[in-house]
């Protein structure tokens, strides 16, 4: 029975549609009293972890009060929503952000003043949520930040892992790892809803039968079972709604371990429970390669059968029908990592709600919409039929069905049989296994890709013969970055300036930034942005120094590289620009090139033994080039430890030049890039991923490009590429090349560099030798553009007056209008 009396005043007296609080006077009175009444400090042993502890409290009553407001709206309204699958996330910190939505960081900066403490030093205390790899767990985020800004009705589910990705350290050279405790200090941001929790079985037999009711059914007697319990972090939209991201924690059922408590083994108990903890203890740190790890499975069932049995409870609870779910629902797949959602809600309608076989597929394929996020063979989900079928045996027979049924379709279409067993869900040859893409295309009204570029080798490629079947299926949504984030938190002097010229219209329509380019020729405007700049560079040139012990000049180029290490990112390609460099300098042939800083950062996958090369051959030669006198300061190489969202706020607004120099066809988006363009800095790239429609935007003039096209590439490949010839008629590059197994990069070990020499030497499956003269003549370029620092200013200012449609509010504009369907609400 609903009490009127609580309701009457959350909704109209005060707690929900009352004053939030945000003068600096309240904040200061609500943070003093999280201080003191939240965590029982006295002033004298407060550190400045509780200061930031209690802050983040203030603040967050303040979120929780916007997302309340905003999921109570979306109930009356009864909308259409989106429940977003992922894997991953990196939220990065949040009370900056949360300041900035609340539009009190000028108040929070003045309140903390008055008690001498200092905004700046408290947001720095904040440890960040790791709980993803790169590109694909950041993008999730920008999307959050998006949707709750744009008052999309939402949830975002995933995985709360208790170590996320792991802490880099560089020792020697080399990046060791160790494990990322984010929750040791406690984290202020979450809610644990212990009420909210699902049972997840592993294993066992299935058994088919008739039910009471006399119809065939099949139950799963699983020999495992596993709570997942949901944790919520709201997540706050500028000016506007906030809505939840919920991740599961794995635990054990109490009762599950009865029988063990009464034969008195108690330890064995407990071991148990831990063992069912350990499933969410630990991101997978392999950005775009699969492991196939059983326990990799295990988390990717365990996140999506609690939330799929979560979306079905806020289904049901607003007195829908279940053959509904589709018409009040998108169940967003961010990449294969959630697919097997596709089975598991099958499973959930047909053998637990006992809705009929073909009801239930049209529910289900009109459900699920599929984000595929690369073409790296390396990286499409495949699982072996022999793990997944001992792991979830109830799911391999559904999929079977589904495939039959499927080819069965393909069969009446008279498709060969080569081109059958191509789209078939199970791969036959070699280890019969499941193809995680097909059933994640089979199963869903829409797939996309995330560039242009991208969604049209998707259709040509890897899903060609899907994309045949059924074109309207597929379609193209551009990735996009809050620039909230990445601009207005992380870029605050650059963004005031922008905002005195063009007002703060911008935060909400980034394509307002094209009134900058009125002042794009204006020299008192160039001067103020090239000094904004430089104060940017100033402070990362502080934090490099503590960090990585290089001293930097911050009047030199900014030539900026950051985010994972894999060969076809091509770091390594940077490094032969460099040592190029520093070759022609050594020659007395330096005076063409302008002082410039290579600062490199990322992660490399701790089984990866390139990219950890790679890493060691950056420092090697940050070594060699730092120390030569003869270089006098003209060059400098650094590796920055432990890139992360932290990390990136900072480098983005000091970065001159980015770069973004995969090879085409290979970077499915890229989402830096649009991040370095967004804080100025020019980039020198490849015709690859989202870089194509960057150039587009900023204007050809504005971007340095080199290297082959992806046909280019393709050509290449079939002409049959021999990279030793490359080798043997460019000099210059022979003379760098033997560098590395010369040993003057290693205090003459010939060895330790012989693999990548062998490998550019042999295969070069990325074409470094054949895009390398390219690459160097371009640089040519930037550098004496460098000089002219008045036409760099002009060029800046243009790249960032472009930048429009890389704002992740307008990609979640296109799901609702190319994928989701639906109508936004908006707080009032
Ligand atoms: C992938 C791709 C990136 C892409 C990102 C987000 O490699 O090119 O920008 O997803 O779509 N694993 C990734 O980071």
């Known amino acids: 029975t609903p009490n009127k009396k609580i309701e009457s005043y959350f909704s109209s007296n005060g707690i929900v549609s009352g004053k939030l609080g945000l003068s600096k006077d309240e904040i200061k009175d609500s943070f003093l009293e999280k201080t003191f009444y939240g965590l029982g400090r006295i002033p004298a042993l407060a550190t400045q972890n509780d200061f930031y502890t209690a802050m983040a409290f203030a603040i967050r009553d303040r979120v929780l009060r916007q997302f309340v407001r905003s999921t109570q709206q979306f109930n009356e309204k009864d909308a259409r929503g989106v429940a977003y699958l992922s894997a991953e996330y990196l939220p990065g910190p949040h009370l900056g952000n949360n300041l900035l939505s609340l539009e009190i960081i000028k108040e929070t900066r003045e309140a903390l003043a008055e008690v001498n403490l200092d905004l700046d030093e408290i947001l720095d205390q904040e440890v960040e949520p790791g709980l993803g790899n790169g590109g694909l767990g950041r993008l999730a985020s920008c999307y959050m930040d998006a949707m709750a800004t744009l008052g999309i009705p939402s949830i975002a589910y995933g995985i709360r892992y208790e170590f996320g990705i792991f802490k880099q350290e560089i020792r020697d050279g080399w990046q060791e790892e160790s494990t990322d405790k984010w929750l040791h200090y406690g984290n202020p941001w979450e809610i644990v809803r212990p009420e909210i929790a699902y049972e997840v079985h592993f294993g066992g037999k299935t058994e088919s039968g008739i039910d009471e009711k006399g119809n065939y059914s099949v139950a799963w007697n699983a020999d495992t079972v596993i709570k997942g319990v949901a944790y919520d972090t709201p997540i706050l939209g500028y000016k506007s709604n906030g809505i939840i991201m919920r991740l599961w924690k794995a635990e054990a059922i109490e009762s599950f371990d009865f029988s063990i408590y009464n034969s008195g083994d ?10 069912s903890e350990n499933l969410t203890k630990v991101l997978y740190p392999n950005d775009e390669n699969l492991q196939g790890k059983e326990l990799r499975l295990k988390q990717q069932y365990f996140f999506v059968c609690c939330s799929l049995k979560d979306t079905i409870r806020l289904h049901l609870l607003q007195g829908r029908k279940l053959d509904q779910l589709h018409d009040k629902f998108t169940i967003q797949l961010n990449d294969t990592h959630p697919s097997i959602a596709v089975a598991e809600l099958m499973r959930l309608l047909v053998d637990e709600h006992k809705m009929e076989w073909e009801k239930a597929w049209h529910v289900t394929r009109h459900t699920f919409a599929y984000t ?10 495949k699982w072996s039929i022999d793990l997944f079928g001992r792991l979830l045996p109830r799911h391999l027979e559904i999929i079977y069905e589904i495939n039959s049924r ?8 008279q498709y060969s049989a080569n081109k059958i067993a191509r789209m078939s869900l199970i791969e036959e040859s070699g280890e019969p296994s499941i193809r995680m893409a097909h059933l994640a295309t089979v199963g869903s009204f829409k797939v996309n890709g995330v560039s242009a570029l991208h969604s049209r080798l998707l259709k040509e490629q890897v899903l060609n013969d899907f994309a045949e079947l059924w074109p309207d299926k597929f379609t193209n949504v551009t990735n996009g970055i809050s620039h909230r984030r990445f601009l207005v938190v992380s870029n605050p002097a650059l963004s005031d300036l922008i905002s005195e010229k063009i007002g703060r219209d911008w935060l909400t329509d980034l394509y307002k930034l094209k009134g900058l380019e009125a002042f794009a020729e204006d020299e008192d405007f160039q001067k103020k942005w090239m000094d904004i700049k430089l104060e940017n560079k100033k402070a990362l040139s502080k934090h490099i120094e503590e960090y990585a012990g290089v001293k930097i000049d911050p009047t030199m180029m900014f030539d900026v590289q950051v985010k994972r290490i894999h060969e ?5 390609l940077k490094v032969l620009h460099i040592l190029s460099l520093y070759r022609r300098i ?3 042939e330096g005076e063409r090139i302008s002082p410039t800083a290579f600062i490199f950062a990322g992660k490399a996958a701790p089984g990866y033994f390139m990219a950890k090369r790679i890493i060691k051959l950056i420092s090697s030669v940050a070594d060699l080039v730092n120390k030569d006198p003869d270089v006098n300061g003209k060059l400098k190489v650094v590796f920055i430890p432990n890139f992360n969202v932290k990390l990136a706020q900072r480098i983005y607004p000091a970065s001159d030049l980015s770069e973004q120099i995969s090879m085409a066809g290979k970077e499915a988006s890229g989402t830096g890039n649009m991040k370095f363009a967004l804080n100025g800095a020019l980039t020198v790239g490849t015709l690859d991923g989202a870089n194509v429609e960057i150039r587009d935007e900023v ?12 046909e280019e590439v393709q050509q290449t490949r079939q002409d049959g590429y021999r990279p030793s010839e490359y080798y043997e008629q460019n000099k210059e590059l022979q003379g760098i090349l033997d560098m590395l197994i010369s040993g003057e990069l ?26 390398y003269q390219s690459y160097i003549d371009c640089q040519e370029e930037i550098h004496e553009a460098w000089r002219k620092p008045k036409e760099w200013a002009r060029m800046s200012i243009l790249n960032v007056a472009n ?3 890389f704002s992740s509010d307008r990609s979640i504009q296109d799901y609702v209008e190319k994928i989701w369907n639906l109508q936004p609400i908006k707080a009032d």
């Open 266 to 275: 108690y330890y064995k108990a407990v071991e148990k429970k831990m063992r």
């Open 372 to 381: 595929n996020h690369t073409l790296l063979p390396e990286a499409l989900e």
């Open 406 to 413: 499927f080819l069965n379709e393909l069969r009446e279409l």
């Open 568 to 572: 076809y990112k091509r770091q390594h």
């Open 586 to 588: 050594k020659k007395g």
């Open 699 to 710: 204007g050809k003039e504005n971007f340095f490009l080199f290297g082959l096209t992806t």
């Open 746 to 771: 290693s205090n003459g070990d010939t060895e330790l560099f012989k693999p990548i020499f062998e490998n550019l030497l042999q295969q070069d499956p990325y074409l470094l030798l054949k895009d």
């Open 803 to 805: 930048m429009g449609k």
